[in-house]
Nanobody, 117 residues
């Protein structure tokens, strides 16, 4: 079993920055992919960024150049650095993990990010 706990959300003005953290505990082994999703009110959950244990990172077009995903494998933490935030980035941000060849999937409880104009 894997547990994911997000933190770092909050309220920020447009143009500001936030860094989200996701601490993973439990049986985390390679290969694995750690991802950040977000869900705005009335919208579907969307993939924001992903980081594989092989070192590959991917981003949604809407956040490329503004957001950066990184991971500290020794501490089992994945980060999402969010810069140049926009009101449309307002959402609940969720940490997601795909663990092992079977791709067992786990979700965190989410953290709210609110960007004011």
């Amino acid at each position: 079993q894997v547990q994911l706990v997000e933190s770092g959300g909050g309220f920020v003005q447009a143009g500001g920055s936030l860094r989200l953290s996701c601490v993973a505990s439990g049986r985390i082994f390679s290969p694995n992919t750690m991802r950040w999703y977000r869900q705005a009110p009335g919208k579907q959950r969307e993939l924001v960024a992903g980081s594989s244990s092989g070192g590959r990172s991917t981003y949604a077009d809407s956040v490329k150049g503004r957001f950066a995903i990184s991971r500290d494998n020794a501490k089992s933490i994945v980060y999402l650095q969010m810069n140049s935030l926009r009101p449309e980035d307002t959402a609940v941000y969720y940490c997601n993990a795909l663990i092992g060849l079977g791709g067992s999937e786990y979700w965190g409880q989410g953290t709210q990010v609110t960007v004011s104009s």
